[in-house]
């Protein structure tokens, strides 16, 4: 059965639980999240406190031992809203408004029978659920937090007590996930960027929006760097674009018809209107959109002068920032963003090209998740195909999709990647292999996409000159090896828990003098170092020996030197490594070659 | 004599002199611009031909030698419109109109005298003019061109004809003028882009938004890179922030006070109204603007945390994209447009270092035009004071004023600077050395600038905690040393001609095979070059020797390396310099070190 049921039954049972200790509780929602559920409650002047939770568990135990049969009536809507005015559920009523609003008219309600024909329990509710609460497992769920929010996500509105539980379908899951999420607790990229000052957001700049500080930006560097540099190794070529495009780019794309809802509004800037009285005429505009897709300026390069069939392939990669509008409450700091750098490229060739180039693509993802040491049993792969039974929505030509889609497939086997090949029906996705990283808790997040697209090069009719002197349309790829660079830097973040391998820490090396005495010492070694660019500071702060040793490792910086006395005699540095805990003393030449040496071999 | 207002009397001139030829001439505007003058004129069914233009100048020779007076008088609104209107002159007219709506009811003309006291010409205008013609030079002008324009530079009015002509003091400054405007023809980056693929623009995209090539990203990288490099060395920090940013952070900086009219305009995203009307509120939302400058951004991650005085200087350095809503007619290739990325640098400190901090930047800035190669003389230095005769317009403290001027003005003469003060009374300008570089024709472009603010640190409530444990403020400079990438890259393209340095030239070297059979062996070259990082390409075409050498030096390429029998025998390349013609035959290795030593010390 699917789990998904089991957590929705059991926010019945944990309501109707919180009902009987707290009868004037008012109930808001009660969805599932992941490997979660909760339910929010008007507690009003009441109050659950920690020693009341061991109560509403032996409750919920109860009331699952009594076999309670979960079923299933509708009532009209009249009806449902005097039930509802009746019970003084007042977050109850607003959603039944809300499903009138929809020209709902017949609501769906579930009630709890219990073996004595006792009804337990009523709520609005669309099921699914359990036929019988003895399909829970008592020992498979575990009280994890109580926290506030507002109702509707809205801070005008009253602030409710959520209740969260972990489900699962048996004892042995539900363990195994509270050790993960330990982990992962560890690793956690919000907990991390605070620590280490990888990045912040504002209040006055916005939500979803972030901004790099001095750490953070030396990490993305270290990334793009490394971008670019694979990428020149792997033939391609850089472009830069800007990013507002006139609405009549978006138009001609197509995005302003199918993508405009997660675009930003339109900046229209029209003339003065003292300049429209003197010419008597209406007023003109130009209008500008920001960009969510740096494709169609692409587009627009490949057109700005003709090709030839002598062209190709060519491959233009660009950083490009992009901003979605993303609603408030989707936003969850690196991982869901509302401006984001995508690691973009269009590859453009000819039909006979295409299997070439999209091997060329496989190979250069395979070579990124090596390159950062990802698991290779964490990485997926989905080769997306169109719904067979629903050929006709799909306006493109047969030719085109059977081509693609098969070409796509052999790759696939020839390369021997372990995908799963999946079949929808969406309006504007075409035939593609996604590459999916899981994180520590097991959710998989898009990262590499390789896709075909026939939309753009049809809409700016591109074409090229084929050595029979015709006019021929070219074969246009997408593709993204990080997703983005947020998005990847995150999973970077939490993937090494911030002991980030040499080549990509934000500060490699940290000086510490024992005391002042040697601070002319430190100093020197300090502009040696800096000489040979590697990424160091020096700790001058008259803090202990010890303390400044605890400071450095908080901020996992990679190697400490300590100077003194003997050191300085010798020309040489104590070294503490900080992943292997090893101390010794070593030259400084030494100490740097070392280091320029686990630098270029990427070591982990 | 203002040279300016003897431009402006010829302009006077040359329509009296189009009137006698073609009466029914009607006469648009005639402004100076820079080194020129213009009149547009409507010849309606008319034209004038190359053949007329001897004519033309014949009669303004005339016409000079009659010694014209120039003579101002006003008329009532009604009497210049009446008078306009019997003239047939519709533009003028149109001008009339649009005085008289900024409540203009007097209105200037002049009119030219001649020694007999006959009137010979009439045109409204507000002057001021040389008092006789013979004031004027009859050698000292010249026709520079015929051109076409709209009315008011709107595609939907009357095509114009626009007569250009140059006017100086002497015929010598003219004769100067012209020797560098054949000189300015060759280096023309709007010449250069189109050949040598540096950037593009789309009428799709729109007007000032270029869009970088291969080539140009090329060049724009390794600009960046040496900009990374050096702010590095100069102990900078980096950070990166987002394109747009809330209202509330434009509103907290003033700048949508002050600066709305050169912001691209808001963009609002509301609830949908279906939310709206379920939680029966006001419909909520979010407002962000495109972002024309990066300060603030800085300032909110500098009020993340707490900062002690420990924690100074900072010094934050950002490549920052930013919008600016220039009017259309205003743009100009890449020396204007709509979006540019500044090298922007904020340092933060407190009073006893800034001394120090504005020497340091000084420095920097010599250093940059030094790297570059700029011609010393070609550089000015100005410093800005406020007009000490409008104090109270400057609503800051005294204090501030006199610290801030006097320290600019210390450093800017302890260093030697051959500067030029300048006293002003801006709203939002402070006190600050400018270095301006002069292009190919003698105009004058702002590239770095140094300047105190203290309205960003009071807006956003800057402190810090000093060593006495009390909050105080902190000194904030802005610096730019580029100004921005794009007009920093035009003025190197214009400044080489092309001939770029080794170390930036998009493309460093050419292979050329002598024909098909030696192609293993270029390729081999190719490899081995590229396998080096160097920019290399390889010509495979069918075409001949000849043409391929010809094609590769129109593209100015530094090295071009034929290969033939002898060569591969010898693992060797025969190179041929670009810039000294010179041709030899080497190893290859011999040949990749040498490149690599040329890229190291940034020759010219």
Redesign the interface.
């Known amino acids: 059965m699917n789990i998904e049921i089991k957590r929705h039954s059991l926010s019945h049972i944990m309501a109707q639980a919180i009902k009987e200790m707290y009868p004037n509780v008012k109930m808001a929602i009660g969805p599932n999240i992941e490997n979660w559920f909760y339910y929010d409650f008007d507690f009003g002047s009441e109050e659950i406190k920690e020693e009341n939770l061991k109560e509403l568990e032996k409750k919920m135990k109860k009331i699952i031992s009594q076999n309670q049969k979960f079923e299933q009536y509708d009532l009209d809507f009249d009806e449902a809203l005097s039930y509802l005015k009746e019970k003084n559920e007042d977050y109850k009523v ?1 959603m039944a ?2 499903l009138k ?1 929809k020209w709902i008219n017949k609501i769906s309600f579930y009630k709890n029978i219990m073996q004595n024909w006792n009804i337990s329990y009523i709520d609005m509710c669309s099921g699914p659920h359990v036929e019988n609460s003895n399909k829970l497992d008592s020992n498979a769920y575990k009280l994890d937090k109580i926290a506030w929010a507002y109702w ?1 996500w ?1 801070s ?2 009253k602030m409710l007590t959520r209740i969260y539980w972990l489900a699962f379908d048996t004892r042995e899951e539900l363990d195994n996930h509270i050790k993960l999420l330990e982990e992962a607790k560890k690793r956690d990229h919000r907990v991390l960027w605070k620590k280490l000052k990888l990045f ?1 957001f ?5 939500l979803g ?6 750490a ?3 990490l ?2 270290q990334v793009e760097d490394f971008w ?1 540099e694979t990428h020149e190794k792997a033939w391609y ?10 609405k ?2 978006w138009e ?1 794309s197509g995005h302003w018809g199918f993508y405009a809802d997660s675009m ?6 029209w003339q003065s209107l ?1 300049e429209a ?3 008597e ?1 209406a007023k ?1 505009s ?1 209008t ?1 959109l ?1 960009k969510p897709m740096n494709c ?2 692409h587009v ?2 490949y ?2 002068e003709p090709k030839s069939y ?1 062209d190709f392939p060519l491959r ?1 990669a660009e950083s490009g ?1 992009v ?1 979605r ?1 993303e609603k ?1 409450w989707q936003l969850n700091w690196l991982t869901r963003v509302r ?1 984001f750098t995508q690691d973009d490229a269009h590859i453009i060739c000819r039909l006979d090209q295409v299997e070439d180039e999209l091997k060329k693509v496989v190979n250069f993802i395979l070579y990124i998740f090596e390159s950062f040491w990802f698991d290779k049993n964490k990485i997926k792969v989905y080769l997306s195909l169109r719904d067979p039974n629903n050929k006709e929505k799909y306006s493109w030509n047969d030719e085109w999709w059977d081509f693609t889609q098969s070409v796509l497939e052999k790759v696939a086997k020839e390369m021997k990647l372990d995908y799963i090949a999946e079949e929808w029906e969406a309006a504007f996705y075409w035939p593609k292999l996604d590459f999916k990283i899981k994180d520590v808790l097991g959710r998989e997040w898009q990262c590499s996409t390789l896709q075909f697209d026939f939309n753009l090069p049809n809409r700016f009719d591109m074409t090229f000159t084929n050595s029979n002197w015709e006019q021929e349309r070219p074969y246009m790829l997408h593709r993204a090896l990080f997703w983005s660079f947020e998005r990847f830097l995150w999973l970077l973040i939490e993937n090494y828990a911030w002991v980030f391998p040499l080549w990509l820490a934000p500060k490699q090396v940290i000086i510490i003098p024992v005391w002042e005495n040697f601070m002319d010492y430190a100093d020197k070694v300090y502009n040696k170092l800096k000489e040979n660019w590697i990424r160091v500071s020096l700790d001058s ?1 008259a803090d202990s020996l010890n303390k400044k040793v605890r400071n450095a490792e908080k901020m996992h910086i990679n190697y400490i030197l300590v100077v003194w006395e003997q050191e300085e005699k010798d020309n040489s540095v104590s070294v503490r490594n900080y992943k292997t805990k090893e101390q010794i003393v070593e030259k400084v030449d030494n100490f740097i070659n070392k280091v320029k040496i686990e630098v270029v071999e990427k070591k982990l």
Do not use: A, C, Q
């Open positions: 607003e408004m809300e609003e509707k809205d005008n509105n912040t504002s209040d006055k700049v916005w929006l972030p901004l790099w500080l001095p953070g930006w030396m993305w560097k670019k070529d850089f472009v830069r674009t800007p990013h507002i495009g006139n009549i780019l001609t930003y509004p339109p900046m229209e800037v003292e009285k003197v010419w005429k003109e130009e500008f920001l169609p300026f627009e390069i057109n700005d002598r233009w920032t901003y509008f408030k401006g702060s």
